[in-house]
């Protein structure tokens, strides 16, 4: 089945500077790659995503590329705020006899310091 | 427009005891889903659903059970509940699968002593 990996698990970034998370993914016929961000308490809500006809999407500080021939795809953030320190997951799809679903990675807890 | 609604947001369980968690979609979503989340492990894909009357297993499936008995509701139901579950469930919907964003509910917090 498809195995997301994504690094690093913790990163910690002064505020003002940029923040990068990385994820592979192993299945070919992956074609949606969104990101989440997960405040603590809280439900998983979606920030960014990107299909797989595109190579990159940028939405205000934050943006995602992707490179489908070698498997990765990669988060980054600039101009860090400590409102941005959170967990964040990366996810892609996956397809089966019983439909489409998600992999997600292990997630990155990011803390932006003042 | 609620979204995802999950109850309840919090249960202690005895092991051997048996429970049932409720999702509730008002988005008209085909897709639903249900998670388990532990530290440092994600979200991992216990059952989901692709339209009402219909049920798949996920990733870690074993000891859970679902219904999808009408296209707004997605029941998780542990029949003899082990410390092993004790866990975040977070269930999700989408309008449909593929390239379709998971819209997540708050989550319940299961213990299992």
């Known amino acids: 089945g498809e195995n997301v990996e994504q690094h690093p698990s913790t990163l910690s970034v002064q505020e003002g500077d940029s923040a990068v998370i990385k994820c592979t993914y192993s299945?070919?016929?992956?074609?949606?790659f969104p990101w989440y961000k997960q405040e603590l308490g809280k439900r998983p809500q979606l920030i960014i995503d990107i299909r797989s006809n595109v190579g990159e999407k940028k939405d205000q500080r934050i943006a995602v590329t992707l490179n489908k021939t070698a498997k990765h795809f990669s988060l980054h953030i600039t101009e860090t705020q400590p409102e941005d320190s959170a967990v964040y997951f990366c996810?892609?799809?996956?397809?089966?006899?019983?439909?489409?679903?998600?992999?997600f990675g292990k997630g990155t807890s990011l803390l932006v310091t003042p | 427009n609620a979204g995802v609604t999950q109850t309840p947001k919090f249960r202690v369980l005895k092991t051997g005891q048996s429970m049932t968690l409720l999702c509730a979609q008002d988005m008209n979503h085909e897709y639903m889903y249900w998670y388990r989340q532990d530290p440092g492990m994600g979200l991992r894909l216990i059952h989901y659903?692709?339209?009402?009357?219909?049920?798949a297993k996920g990733e870690v499936p074993d000891g859970y059970n679902v219904s999808r008995l009408k296209k707004q509701n997605f029941l998780l139901g542990l029949e003899s509940a082990a410390p092993s579950q004790t866990s975040v469930y977070f269930c999700?919907?989408?309008?449909?699968?593929?390239?379709?964003?998971?819209?997540f509910g708050d989550g319940t917090r299961l213990s299992i002593l």
């Open positions: 996810a892609a799809s996956t397809i089966s006899n019983s439909g489409y679903a998600l992999n």
């Open positions: 999700a919907s989408s309008a449909t699968g593929g390239n379709q964003p998971q819209h």
């Open positions: 299945d070919s016929a992956s074609n949606y």
């Open positions: 659903s692709v339209g009402e009357g219909t049920t």
